[in-house]
């Protein structure tokens, strides 16, 4: 009988290293300073001590004075300093390597003081493209690997060439299988309108930049701007004494306005919504390109929001929790969760539909227009009542819910008008609150939990009764919806069962 010949073993994953140009890139500002300062204080003592000027008051120097020695002593330092740079470059790219296994994500980095950081790819979220302006000059990329901490990137790989961080993030997304269909019968419901072309990408809207410049000069932040420009050579005209200390409080309110006003154009700059098989996918940026794949099962609530200025021209923006993004750190960080900055109301019909492709199509614009528009308790949304005024009185006409099979849709404001849509499947928790002035009245408000993000579900002074009963009926929904959505996907196994 022949012997069955023994499993040979997989091979170990290789360690890969990271573009030879990004320590130069990560560091170049550092190197610039440390071998510029070197060679001023190198160039300064070598002066002093050949014109013998020690603390001597300084002499002009005639370069016909200075001996070719001299200079050829300066270039070898200067060489020498360069050469110093390109080897500690060498070493920190030598030493810096990564590695990309079924289970992890490594990376290691470090000569004296050695890190190795690492993401597990089950729990990865969404893996990101970002190209900074100096990295994208030289076709460089950084790939972002969001987790599901809801926090900062976990792993943060940089650099790669271009075609090499989308051939990888195209692999490490096709092993993950992070396209996330919708509850059964989903697709039965409504037929796909981006059907598979072959095509990875699928483009689906583009913000135009006049449209994307007239939201900036539209915002509060542009205004405050233009008061200042117009305010200050006012001042200046009535009180020209006060002058100093009027450009003393106008300058930094100005350079901080418009930092603000300039960063949100430079960030929506030549935004581009695509279709792609894991989800969504969104580029955008003038100088630092960054680009997001989104997965439509990632994406806990959706939040569509009409600035005052906006309305007469009829845009909205539409932002959205997503699970691994967390909330925004700051105003840099606030395009990560953003679908579509600045859009008309059809494009915002498109991006619901994308990000929630549970959804039936006919409840969604329904549900939409009136709760970006609706008014009082007419329709489908139960609103607060009347004796809300005494707390509420300008938004209590607009505040309510409405509920469908799928998902869950609060609005409120008055001149700036936001809806709100939670899939039931999605919420985490519900709570009902009160304070003595609204049990006084006999109001309650509900907060609906979902992942951290910029959208916050919550309905202010409903009737207690409504309250409660909106907290026990979403319980009941979300239990029921991810039943629904887990038990075709995701057997449930009996404990005893468990290993």
């Given amino acids: 009988m022949s012997a069955v010949p023994a499993p040979v073993p997989d091979p170990a994953p290789q360690w890969h290293r990271v573009h030879p140009l990004t320590p130069v890139v ?111 000059l030289l076709g460089l990329a950084e790939l972002k690997f969001e987790v599901a901490d809801a926090g900062q990137s976990a792993v943060s790989l940089s650099y790669l060439t271009h075609p090499q961080a989308r051939a990888l993030r195209g692999e490490l997304l096709g092993r993950l299988g992070l396209a996330a269909p919708g509850p059964p019968g989903a697709a039965a419901r409504r037929p796909a309108p981006w059907a598979a072309t072959g095509d990875e990408e699928h483009p689906v809207l583009t913000v135009p930049v006049p449209r994307l410049l007239g939201s900036v000069l539209a915002s509060g932040s542009a205004v405050v701007l233009a008061v200042l420009l117009v305010a200050a050579p006012v001042a200046l005209v009535l009180d020209p004494v006060a002058g100093p200390a009027v450009l003393a409080a106008w300058l930094p309110g100005l350079v901080s306005f418009g930092a603000v006003a300039y960063r949100r154009f430079e960030q929506g700059y030549h935004f581009r919504l695509l279709r792609v098989p894991e989800g969504m996918r969104v580029r955008y940026g003038l100088f630092s390109v960054r680009s997001q794949t989104v997965p439509a099962g990632r994406i806990q609530a959706v939040g569509v929001d009409q600035p005052l200025l906006w309305r007469p021209f009829g845009w909205y923006r539409v932002r959205a929790n997503v699970a691994g993004y967390g909330p925004a750190a700051g105003e840099g960080d606030a395009m990560r969760s953003t679908l579509l900055p600045v859009g008309t109301l059809p494009e915002v019909r498109t991006v619901l539909h994308l990000a929630l492709p549970g959804a039936r199509d006919g409840d969604l614009p329904a549900l939409l227009g009136e709760g970006l528009h609706g008014l009082g308790g007419q329709g489908r949304y139960t609103t607060s009542p009347r004796r809300a005024r005494w707390l509420d009185p300008l938004v209590h006409r607009r505040t309510g819910f409405a509920a469908t099979e799928d998902v869950l849709a609060v609005r409120s404001g008055r001149l700036s008008r936001r809806t709100d849509v939670l899939p039931h499947e999605k919420t985490q928790s519900v709570a009902v609150s009160q304070g003595p002035l609204e049990r006084a009245l006999g109001l309650a408000d509900v907060e609906l939990h979902s992942t951290p993000g910029p959208v916050t579900v919550a309905v202010a002074h409903l009737d207690a009764g409504d309250a409660r009963a909106l907290a026990a009926a979403q319980t009941a929904h979300a239990a029921g919806a991810r039943r629904l959505a887990d038990g075709p996907r995701h057997p449930r196994v009996p404990l005893q069962e468990r290993a």
């Fill in 26 to 136: 990560k560091g170049w500002l550092a190197i610039v300073v440390l071998v510029g300062g070197f060679v001023n204080i190198v160039l300064d003592d070598l002066l002093r001590a050949y014109l013998g000027g020690g603390d001597s008051p300084a002499q002009e120097l005639d370069p016909g004075q200075v001996s070719p020695l001299f200079w050829w002593a300066l270039a070898g330092i200067v060489v020498l300093v360069l050469l110093v740079a390109a080897a500690v470059v060498l070493v920190a790219w030598w030493f810096t390597r990564y590695q990309v296994t079924p289970e992890h994500v490594r990376i290691r980095s470090g000569v004296l003081f050695r890190q190795e950081r690492q993401a597990r790819l089950d729990r990865v979220q969404a893996i990101d493209i970002h190209r900074p302006f100096l990295p994208r």
